[in-house]
T-cell receptor
């Protein structure tokens, strides 16, 4: 499985945008970039995923570099409930169920 | 839609004892996963079922861990005998093969403490 590199921790203020980076220099052409987050005392939850183009959903946006060697998860207006560990994960083609290989993730702290 | 259910939520045992965890996935989800999450680390896959067949158990310590998914619905993960290093949160997840992007849905986990 191709590896991802994320900062161990980040801090931001409530109601400000947050940009969480992820490096994946060994990504293959068919790997999708997935983001999950894990709130305190809960299981991980899906946030967003993408292949080449930038993606938006109700939770966040995903900006993917043109060479696909890095990506950024964007929380447009952070709230205290966004404090969590964010995991950037590469997965092969969508067809078929595939395991998630989690790294250490980025622990995001939101200050009131 | 009901989420993934797990029980118990917490369990404390002495080393060398046995313990079992139960998982009920989201209705209709064919794939079920068990992950182990040690404090401060990301979850690590222990075993993956497709219906009632094992797809991947390469990281399951088979000398002490076992899992089954009878009838392709509920699943049980057992540890016998437990070691101190088994202290962790055990997460169950499920996914639908019919889903567009095979999003995995996780349960709240069972926190195991081995003394």
């Amino acid at each position: 499985d191709a590896k991802t590199t994320q900062p161990n921790s980040m801090e931001s203020n409530e109601e400000e945008p947050v940009h969480l980076p992820c490096n994946h220099s060994t990504i293959s052409g068919t790997d999708y970039i997935h983001w999950y987050r894990q709130l305190p005392s809960q299981g991980p939850e899906y946030v967003i995923h993408g292949l080449t183009s930038n993606v938006n959903n109700r939770m966040a946006s995903l900006a993917i570099a043109e060479d696909r060697k890095s990506s950024t998860l964007i929380l447009h207006r952070a709230t205290l409930r966004d404090a969590a560990v964010y995991y950037c994960i590469l997965r092969g083609p969508i067809q078929g169920a595939q395991k998630l290989v989690f790294g250490q993730g980025t622990r995001l702290t939101i200050n009131p | 839609e009901a989420g993934v259910a797990q029980s118990p939520r917490y369990k404390i045992i002495e080393k060398r004892q046995s313990v079992a965890f139960w998982c009920n996935p989201i209705s209709g989800h064919a794939t079920l996963y068990w992950y182990q999450q040690i404090l401060g680390q990301g979850p690590k896959l222990l075993i993956q079922f497709q219906n009632n067949g094992v797809v991947d158990d390469s990281q399951l310590p088979k000398d002490r861990f076992s899992a089954e998914r009878l009838k392709g619905v509920d699943s049980t993960l057992k540890i016998q005998p437990a070691k101190l290093e088994d202290s962790a949160v055990y997460l169950c997840a499920s996914s639908s093969n019919r889903a567009l992007y095979n999003e995995q849905f996780f349960g709240p986990g069972t926190r195991l403490t081995v003394l």
